[in-house]
């Protein structure tokens, strides 16, 4: 499977239009981290895999299993917008379960998807005048 947690959860924001692939428009969502700098709009999203934590384990190799996990950012020039993005992207990640999304031309079903945090405001960045948020699931894809 070449399409990575991260990668999926990006095209369902994009498919339900929460989020976009245009480089000048608000809400554009990238991979990784979120980007800065000249050109760069302020009302950006970002969805990166961050480590996991440890699920199970076997218990014939007492191997752990650990969960792959993805974080949702959010960069706003408004809390309230932020916030209000944030919501809307729980609303449709947590009912996400199942669905099978498809990237050039491989196709894979979120097996399983459970939110690991609320959404976390961080406040101010550098600048004074973007608000940040953050929000961790849980992904399987199959």
Request: proline content about 4%.
């Amino acid at each position: 499977m070449s399409i990575s947690p991260s990668q999926a959860i990006r095209q369902i924001l994009i498919n339900q239009n929460l989020a976009t692939d245009s480089l000048d428009a608000d809400w554009r969502c990238v991979l990784l981290r979120l980007p800065d700098g000249i050109g760069v709009r302020d009302n950006i999203l970002a969805v990166s895999e961050i480590e996991g934590g440890v699920g199970d384990r076997y218990i014939s190799t007492g191997e752990i299993i650990t969960q792959p996990k993805v974080r949702i950012l959010c960069r706003s020039t408004s809390y309230h917008e932020g916030y209000s993005l944030m919501m809307q992207i729980c609303d449709l990640i947590d009912t996400s379960q199942g669905c099978s999304v498809t990237i050039n031309p491989e196709t894979v079903v979120i097996h399983q998807i459970s939110r690991s945090s609320g959404i976390m405001p961080s406040g101010l960045d550098s600048t004074m005048r973007r608000y940040h948020f953050s929000l961790d699931y849980e992904v399987h894809l199959r």
